[in-house]
């Protein structure tokens, strides 16, 4: 079968989790707070007009230093563990992957995180292993493993850059996207992907899936009005096909939703693959 794999494409921050990673994560490890640092960063950007997460990332290095606090891998790593997750995401993955199996299993699953925080957190997470992919925003580390510099930065414009990278099946950042692929030879086709993301930062994707086919999907915080009022408007303006509440049990309406898309991108793989 052509062209047989579905990708759900994740936003972390407000999408997975109800806090970003970093509150979870290096502020209570560097004992910052974290309004008047985002309140530095900004000044920054303004006067420098600089990216707000190079600035951030550098910030960070050094902020850290001034505590005699070196980043490492290994830091990281042990920060994951404390993120916390919207409920039911630790066992949506698998329920996925049982539905599509159990309904259409001639259609394959795969699931993707991009996001503008640390890589080096993504690949600690206690889901990791659940998904396919993670995208994020690195450091380079010197050779005593020590955080020096931002390598990679994962802006709100640069995530569509890594829906191309699933879309061709160049998932790695030094492999080129440039080059012209025909539609026919990409794996994953932006009909097949579903990308589910929680507000401002992902209208880019979101625009870019949906003119080419694909879905969109905007969740919000259980009892958050002004996230709520977000998803509204991204529904008005018709950057997503729906909206629901940050609940991933298979009794929350966003699985149920999910699922129906499912259905309907496999009902139209399998319509194409028997006119072949």
């Not at 990708?7 to 994560?25: H, I, S």
């Not at 329920?95 to 080096?120: D, Q």
């Not at 709100?156 to 790695?172: P, S, V, W, Y």
Request: glycine share 4%.
């Amino acid at each position: 079968m052509k062209q047989n794999i579905i990708a759900l494409v994740y936003d972390f921050d407000g999408t997975l989790t109800p806090k970003t990673m970093q509150e979870y994560t290096v502020f209570p490890r560097l004992k910052l707070n974290p309004g008047k640092f985002w309140r530095t960063i900004l000044t920054e950007a303004a006067e420098t007009e600089g990216e707000i997460m190079m600035i951030y990332m550098r910030q960070l290095i050094t902020y850290a230093e001034s505590l005699n606090i070196k980043i490492t891998k290994e830091e990281f790593k042990a920060m994951a563990s404390k993120i916390k997750y919207f409920k039911g995401v630790t066992s949506w993955f698998e329920h996925i992957n049982k539905y599509v199996k159990s309904k259409h299993n001639k259609i394959k699953v795969a699931h993707y995180v991009i996001s503008a925080g640390h890589h080096e957190i993504l690949e600690s997470t206690s889901i990791r292993n659940k998904l396919t992919n993670v995208f994020g925003s690195q450091y380079y580390f010197d050779n005593k493993g020590h955080a020096t510099f931002p390598k990679n930065v994962v802006t709100d414009t640069a995530k569509t850059q890594f829906l191309f990278r699933i879309n061709k099946g160049k998932e790695k950042i030094s492999d080129s996207i440039n080059s012209h692929m025909p539609e026919a030879h990409r794996p994953i086709p932006f009909e097949n992907m579903i990308y589910i993301g929680d507000g401002l930062t992902d209208v880019p994707s979101m625009a870019l899936i949906k003119k080419q086919n694909g879905h969109a999907v905007s969740v919000y915080p259980k009892n958050s009005k002004m996230q709520m009022k977000v998803s509204n408007e991204l529904l008005s303006a018709k950057r997503v096909d729906f909206i629901a509440e940050a609940n991933y049990t298979k009794s929350g309406i966003l699985y149920k939703r999910i699922c129906l898309l499912i259905d309907m991108i496999s009902a139209r793989i399998k319509y194409a693959n028997e006119l072949l």
